[in-house]
Nanobody, 121 residues
Framework: QVQLVESGGGLVQPGGSLSLSCGAS????????MGWYRQAPGKERELVAA???????NYADSVKGRFTISRDNAKNTVTLQMNSLKPEDTAVYYC???????????????WGQGTLVTVSS
């Protein structure tokens, strides 16, 4: 009924920058929090950054000062700008949103399909 579609990702050298974008589509009534998670090989999925509908943000300590999350409520999109990338940022990045679909009675968690970010020289 609703879905998140990610774009961006790829291979970048250490110290480089990359931008991830995610758009929500479908029969959407409202979107609460949006964010990005990542999962590195052999590790659990972890929160990278989140942003509320009012613009409040939350970042993992490991990315503070390097990553910036933003959203466009009119377009139902969220973007993660990643600067000063490190090899340890290599992971599959997943978009996440709490979405109230038309016809639903509550917010539901929706995940994107994931996009691979590889930081390597």
């Amino acid at each position: 009924q609703v879905q998140l579609v990610e774009s961006g990702g790829g291979l970048v050298q250490p110290g480089g920058s990359l931008s991830l974008s995610c758009g929500a589509s479908g029969r959407i009534f409202s979107i609460s929090a949006m964010g990005w998670y990542r999962q590195a090989p052999g590790k659990e999925r972890e929160l990278v950054a989140a942003i509320g509908s009012g613009g409040s943000t939350n970042y993992a300590d490991s990315v503070k000062g390097r990553f910036t999350i933003s959203r466009d409520n009119a377009k139902n999109t969220v973007t993660l700008q990643m600067n000063s990338l490190k090899p340890e940022d290599t992971a599959v990045y997943y978009c996440h949103a709490d979405i109230w679909a038309i016809g639903s009675d509550r917010y539901l968690e929706v995940w994107g399909q994931g996009t691979l970010v590889t930081v390597s020289s």
